[in-house]
Structure formats: C-alpha cells, structure tokens
C-alpha cells in the first residue's frame, strides 16, 4: 500500500478557513486509498508573534524557553486540523515529538533530527488513523523541546518520510511549485516540471524560498521523491527527483537571488601560510557561515587583500570579531558594503557547455551591472552585485539563457 507524507505550510493553513480546505484535500487523499502522514507548519504569521512577544520579555530570552514558546504553534496547527479531519468523520489526532518521539541533537534553535521512533505512529496508521504531526521540532536527549532552523518543518516531512518508508513527500505551499525565476520581480518566469535534487539544493541555498536546503539535502541521500504543490489550485506542481529522472534540455534551469548578504574587505593581510585561518577561525567558532571568499594575488609576496561574504545579519558580530584579532591578522583596513546582493545562475546542463560564465557576464556588462565577488561550482555561477540592480540582473540573465 502507498504511503504519502503530506506537508502544509503556514500559508496554507492562516486561518479557520484554510484549515477546513486543507482538511479536505486530506480527506480527497484519504479516499484515493493508501496511508497519509500529515506534517503541518504554524499558522502563517505566528512564529513571528512569538518572537516578538519573546523581545518584550528580553532582548536575550533564554535560548530553552524560546524553543518551547516557538514550537507552540506547530502545536496548534496540528490540533487544529486534526479537529478538522476528525469533524469529516475520519478517524485523526495531533502526535507531539515528545510522544512520538522525535529524537534530535545540536543547539537549541538550530537542532537536527537524530532518529524517529516509529511503533505508535505505524500502529495508529493501521488502525486506520491520519497522524497529524507538529514540524520544526523535536525533543533532546534532556527531554526539552527543540526547535530546527527557520522553515524547518519541510525538514521534518521529509526526515518523516525517511523514517516512515513513504513512497514520497508532498508539500503544499501558497506556490504552484518551483519557477525559473521569483515571479514577484520577473513576471516571465516559468514553472519548473521537474527538476534534480542538486539543482534545487542550489537553488534553496542561493535564495529560492520554496524549501529550506537541509530537506532537499535529506530527500537526495535517502532518494524520496518530493512533489511541491499549491494548496490553492490542482496544478501539478513541481517535481524533485533524482538526476537520471531529468531531462537536460536547457543549459540554465532557473536564476536566484539574495537580498541578505554583506561584503567584508581586509586590504593589506600578511601573505603567509595560516593568515586566512586565522581570520575565519573566530568566526567560525561563532557559527557565522562565510559564503564567497577571493584573494587577491599578492604583487610582492608579501601583502594580499581577502573579500569575503556573511549573512547581513551577522554583520556586526564579524566587524568585532575581526577587529578584536587584528594584531594576530595584521591587517591594514578593513572596510564593508550592506547594500549588496547575491544572483546567480543553476543548471546541470552547464557542466557540458561551454561559455556559460561568458554570456552570463557579458550579459550582465551590457546593463553596465558591475561584477563584484564570483563564486562557481559544476552547476552554478553566482555573482555579487549592487543590491540595486538585482531585479535588472535577474530579468536580463533569464532572458539569456531562454528561460522567458
């Protein structure tokens, strides 16, 4: 028999409205036949409430409690639309991680997902039950709430489907599905059939907003196939499948951007073994993630600058870290720039075609769109621009590579 896990977002479920629809498509799977695990999101807007009520406690709420103030509204949902469920006379109930349990390790805020007990769900399943499960958290090895990285609770459907055995993840959003470019400041971006795992990977890492990366990570180690759909129409949606599943008709498969990084210069460094660990080393230690990374080639051997990306949130933190170090990196200035952003460019066709990387910057030149930072891999190119041009960098790039 099938086995499907279905997975609604806060969008999907923002009201008592949304919730009874939401319901419904549950109840339309539930008579197609086959065994349904619901994973639900918080009511859009919720997380954002509690973290604001959290700050007019304090400005530095205890880490533990802000994990079981955050994971209540999962909660709700989940015993909301197993009401729901239950109201059209199927049989349903809300399972929290603690009594599944959900098992997970690392930091509060940030845990991963280590194992899932399976019994009491499979054993409700049989009986003919729809489980309908809180995502974005799990419970530590102390027995306290957890909660995983914002948008974590497709991490959790998928993690689900993993233990679970399902034959694939479904994920409902206010989206069709995936689109070669955001449609909200490109209205020619079309919507992606299908598409392979590390094309999406890339695409979520470089700021498309479909699927937080550590579910899409997930979905290609263990092969689960994913579908992403909207809640609100019958469209098909997207497909995440493996690569041999893909047909390479286009060199470029979608465009992305990011409006949350900043840019972090060190002109004159030592030009010596150990200088550039010594400069990410406290910074690493402080879990700030670096992203792009050049090194100038030093004219003498002895001096060299290294440009660097962070997320703009982290900003401040690194200023102080770096400058707090600076008589061990001895470096002459350090200067910075908030007002950039990330585009980029993703596509397994690129890695047997040459001259990607030449139309893509000639491209961007004739709109006189100055290139700051590059960054490649075998199936992507990103660039760091000024944050004013983005929407001009997208539109020309999609135009480029054919995607209109």
């Not at 006379?89 to 959900?102: C, H, N, V």
């Not at 974005?136 to 679970?164: C, H, N, Y």
């Not at 001259?355 to 930072?373: D, P, Y």
Request: aromatic letters at 6%.
């Amino acid at each position: 028999m099938e086995r499907i896990v279905l997975k609604f977002g806060g969008t999907s479920l923002a009201n008592i409205e949304k919730i009874l629809s939401v319901s419904r498509i549950v109840q339309q799977k539930h008579k197609n036949g086959g065994e349904i695990i619901v994973v639900v999101s918080a009511m859009s807007g919720v997380t954002n409430d509690l973290i604001g009520k959290s700050k007019k406690i304090s400005s530095n709420f205890e880490k533990a409690e802000l994990d079981t103030l955050l994971s209540s509204g999962e909660q709700a949902s989940s015993a909301l639309l197993a009401a729901a469920i239950v109201k059209l006379g199927i049989k349903s109930r809300s399972w929290l991680s603690w009594q599944i349990p959900i098992l997970t390790e690392g930091n509060f805020g940030s845990s991963r997902i280590l194992h899932i007990e399976t019994k009491k769900i499979n054993n409700f399943i049989k009986s003919g039950g729809i489980p309908i499960i809180p995502g974005f958290q799990g419970i530590s090895k102390d027995f306290r709430l957890t909660t995983l990285e914002r948008g974590g609770s497709d991490e959790s459907a998928v993690a689900i489907a993993k233990f679970f055995q399902a034959d694939y993840c479904e994920i409902f959003t206010d989206v069709d599905g995936v689109y070669t470019a955001d449609p909200n400041i490109n209205t020619k971006a079309k919507k992606i059939d299908k598409i392979s795992y590390d094309e999406m990977l890339e695409m979520s890492s470089l700021g498309a907003k479909v699927m937080q990366p550590n579910s899409i990570q997930t979905a290609m180690i263990y092969d689960i196939p994913i579908h992403v759909r909207s809640t609100f129409s019958n469209n098909e949606g997207t497909q995440i499948v493996s690569d041999e599943k893909i047909d390479y008709s286009k060199i470029v498969t979608g465009v992305t951007y990011s409006k949350t990084d900043a840019k972090i210069t060190l002109s004159a460094v030592r030009d010596k073994p150990g200088v550039a660990a010594g400069i990410f080393k406290p910074i690493s230690e402080s879990n700030i993630n670096v992203d792009m990374v050049v090194q100038n080639i030093s004219p003498n051997n002895k001096q060299t600058d290294i440009t660097f990306t962070i997320k703009r949130e982290d900003l401040s933190e690194a200023i102080k870290l770096i400058e707090n170090n600076k008589k061990n990196i001895n470096y002459q200035k350090l200067t910075f720039d908030d007002k950039v952003s990330k585009v980029s460019i993703v596509g397994a066709g690129m890695i047997s075609s040459p001259g990607v990387t030449f139309r893509m910057f000639s491209a961007l030149a004739k709109q006189e769109i100055n290139i700051k930072v590059i960054s490649t891999s075998e199936i992507k190119i990103s660039v760091l621009i000024d944050e004013e041009h983005v929407q001009k960098a997208v539109k020309v790039l999609h135009t480029e590579f054919n995607l209109d």
